[in-house]
């Protein structure tokens, strides 16, 4: 990891944040008529897309934690994904479909994150033979 003091804190918020994300998602989708209600003009897939991907973001904070490999891809599809989710809820918008306005905040929050988490995990530039001749 390219700073090894910030990999246990990201990877805790994260976790943090894939729980609150399968929480608030479960209520939204299963929960009683009146947390249903609260959701306004949710959009089908985005809110789907957000509830399932919470709990990839659980697995990926577990992986930072331990400092696996695979977790940083994980990091990069959860980006990948949200990427092409915001893109498809703003053709949605674009074409006269109810939202939430607070689904744009939301969609680029994930969105940030992971891609913070993606940089900040990014593996240490390792110096090449070029890198020691040079010197």
Do not use: C
């Amino acid at each position: 990891m390219k700073n090894a003091n910030l990999s246990k804190p990201i990877a805790a918020v994260a976790v943090v944040f894939g729980a609150l994300t399968v929480f608030s998602g479960g209520q939204a989708l299963f929960g009683d008529a009146q947390a249903r209600a609260a959701v306004g003009q949710a959009v089908g897939f985005v809110l789907w897309f957000n509830f399932l991907a919470g709990f990839v973001y659980l697995l990926a904070g577990l992986g930072l934690w331990l400092g696996r490999e695979w977790a940083r891809y994980l990091a990069w599809a959860l980006v990948i994904g949200t990427a092409l989710v915001a893109t498809g809820f703003g053709l949605h918008v674009w074409n006269g479909g109810g939202f939430e306005v607070r689904t744009v905040g939301a969609l680029a929050l994930r969105l940030g994150f992971w891609v913070a988490v993606v940089a900040l995990t990014r593996p240490a530039k390792t110096p090449s033979s070029r890198d020691i001749v040079d010197r």
